[in-house]
């Protein structure tokens, strides 16, 4: 057809806002905790409050999570530590208020980690909140509120190593090719927080953290890198790692003798399960994206749409999975007696090799868009969306498919395969207005794709 269907393309916005709604910080809160009076509960544990809170918080999404923690506890919060990305309170102060904590006398508030990268204001925010957690007493409850992006805003390196060498042992392990899990290994062990440590530090006060997971599978020992929770890893897999990836020559000495130094017991090695201070702690996801895949599915059957849910575990380059998407879909399109809504989520990579401006969900979107052009669907409708409101270094959170896509590019003069080329999705969708936008939503689950087929349109 010669434009996007409109009500289609409302119906798969819609879809999209239910599910960010449901992870929304207040809804996880509300979600997590419960208060009676002076009780205070989190799952099956009850807590007496008395001014005897004490709450940290560091990840890029917990601004949020602070403020409904404030409205719930108001002055039994006597003190504690956040820690936000560089740059959300200007971003959030006159459009979303609600997503940042209310100034308050003893909590010290951030911004750090200026692209992703631990810095100063990081290290920082980590001293302080380990010095509150050091100092809370028994009987008090530290309330730790953590998030993706957690690692780089709470980041401390242990004695005798300094931030740049941390900063150069990550950077070279990614470089080698390191994933997530052997990154977080050595990070926990060149750390004076992450591992489980803040638990240590807090004991033997009560500590309960809330956890918002941006991690397929949702690791609690690798979202933030897990610093109240215990480490199953030890410094001799660290040193393992080390020489697989054959990166000694490109670590900082300081960093190669602390793990040496670990795996001959002469450093303590991070806390495990049966560590005494895990008696006092409880740690719950409170938001992943299965709650937002449950609340689509039903905003979407509420729309009309007989509703399937794909997977919550999609990987891989961001072109294999809108391949794997426009297959399932053809499959479905081939005997289509009703509505249908396909829904997946998870987080893809994209091999930038090109120069252009996008980000993963609008370069699938794209590439499914090319895949439509070669194997056209009639009726499909396709979208992929960052629910963190954020799609790469865009102001997209994502962007929308269909079988014209690729021709109405052409009508206005672009050239749709260039554009895949040179990695410069946002710049085609932006011009032919089917970009999703819906600025920064203080949550992150990672990303969500809607399908809606319709039977019968030509």
Not at 331 to 345: H, P, S
Not at 371 to 394: K, M, N, R, V
Not at 404 to 419: C, I, N, V
Request: with cysteine; hydrophobic share 40%; proline share 4%.
């Amino acid at each position: 057809s010669a434009s996007m269907d409109q009500a289609q393309r409302r119906c798969a916005e819609q879809i999209f806002h239910s599910a960010v709604a449901a992870v929304s910080p207040a809804a996880l809160i509300q979600r997590a905790l419960q208060r009676e009076g002076e009780q205070l509960r989190f799952r099956d544990q009850v807590f007496r409050l008395s001014h005897n809170v004490t709450l940290l918080a560091f990840g890029k999404a917990v601004g949020g999570m602070v403020r409904a923690a404030q409205d719930l506890l108001g002055d039994h919060i006597q003190c504690g530590c956040v820690s936000l990305p560089w740059g959300l309170q200007e971003t959030l102060r006159d459009s979303k208020p609600e997503l940042l904590p209310k100034a308050q006398a003893a909590l010290h508030i951030t911004e750090g980690a200026k692209d992703n990268l631990p810095d100063e204001h990081a290290a920082q925010a980590a001293t302080e909140t380990l010095r509150l957690a050091h100092a809370a007493k028994e009987g008090e409850l530290v309330l730790a509120l953590v998030s993706g992006g957690g690692s780089a805003l709470l980041s401390l390196p242990t004695a005798g190593i300094s931030l740049a060498d941390k900063r150069q042992t990550v950077q070279a392990l990614s470089r080698a090719g390191a994933d997530i899990k052997e990154l977080n290994t050595i990070r926990k062990h060149i750390s004076a927080v992450k591992g489980g440590l803040l638990a240590r530090a807090a004991f033997p006060a009560q500590l309960w953290t809330c956890v918002l997971s941006d991690v397929v599978g949702d690791p609690l020992d690798f979202i933030a890198s897990g610093p109240t929770v215990p480490d199953p890893s030890t410094f001799t897999d660290c040193l393992s790692i080390i020489k697989r990836l054959g990166v000694q020559d490109s670590l900082p000495s300081s960093v190669l003798q602390h793990l040496r130094k670990g795996s001959e017991g002469l450093v303590p090695e991070t806390p495990k399960a049966d560590e005494t201070c895990f008696l006092s702690t409880a740690t719950h996801l409170v938001g992943n994206n299965i709650l937002a895949l449950e609340a689509a599915r039903k905003a979407s059957e509420a729309c009309g749409y007989h509703t399937e849910v794909l997977t919550s575990q999609l990987q891989g380059r961001a072109s294999e999975a809108a391949g794997y998407l426009h297959a399932e879909a053809r499959r479905r399109a081939q005997d289509l007696g009703t509505r249908v809504c396909l829904l997946a989520a998870g987080e893809t990579t994209v091999h930038v090799t090109g120069t252009g401006k996008g980000g993963r969900n609008q370069e699938m979107a794209l590439e499914m868009a090319r895949l439509l052009a070669a194997q056209p669907i009639d009726g499909l409708l396709f979208l992929s969306a960052g629910t963190d409101g954020q799609d790469g270094p865009t102001d997209a959170a994502g962007g929308f498919a269909d079988s014209g896509t690729f021709s109405r590019a052409a009508k206005a003069g672009l050239d749709p395969q260039q554009h895949l080329d040179n990695n410069d999705s946002h710049t085609l969708l932006s011009t032919l207005g089917q970009c999703l936008r819906c600025g920064c939503t203080g949550t992150n689950v990672m990303d969500l794709q809607v399908l809606l087929l319709h039977p019968g349109v030509t």
